[in-house]
């Protein structure tokens, strides 16, 4: 379990980035996974085809939580294109176990050890796919 909770993983549970609501969101999605009870909002400013500021609201447990922090960070600022080719990068970390080829996950490959434990899984998948909810929705 000390490998599974690393000091990145609990920094961004204990400080969580961008955690709170947008002044000026164009969108927000709801994501719920009742298996663990983790539940989450993202807030998002999408304009010219790119996340210009991005916030979420949740609770839940550490790993959905500090997975929704790393995705904030990450994302800010990426094209829509960009944020697809994150999320498909972000499943092969969580579900083969290993960092994808070409690009860094910075502080997302702490949760490289969730691959282990298939229960998990879905706490740390939870902000990606209401990230991908939130495409569909999003203006080209
Ligand atoms: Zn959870």
């Not at 709801?30 to 609201?57: M, R, S, T, W, Y």
């Not at 972000?90 to 490959?109: A, N, Q, W, Y």
């Not at 706490?123 to 209401?130: D, S, V």
């Amino acid at each position: 379990m000390n490998d599974l909770y690393s000091d990145i993983l609990l920094d961004h549970y204990r400080l969580p980035r961008n955690k709170g609501k947008l002044a000026d969101e164009t969108l927000s999605v709801e994501g719920k996974n009742p298996l663990c009870g983790d539940e989450l909002i993202l807030h998002l400013k999408v304009q010219d085809g790119k996340i210009q500021d991005i916030a979420f609201e949740g609770t839940g447990c550490a790993i959905s939580m500090a997975s929704a922090s790393m995705l904030t960070e990450d994302l800010k600022g990426r094209t829509l294109e960009e944020v697809r080719r994150r999320i498909d990068q972000f499943r092969v970390l969580i579900r083969e176990g290993k960092e994808p080829e070409g690009e860094s996950m910075d502080d997302i490959t702490s949760l490289i050890g969730v691959a282990q434990l298939p229960v998990r899984v879905k706490c740390a998948t939870l902000p990606w796919t209401t990230m991908e909810e939130a495409l569909k929705s999003a203006p080209k």
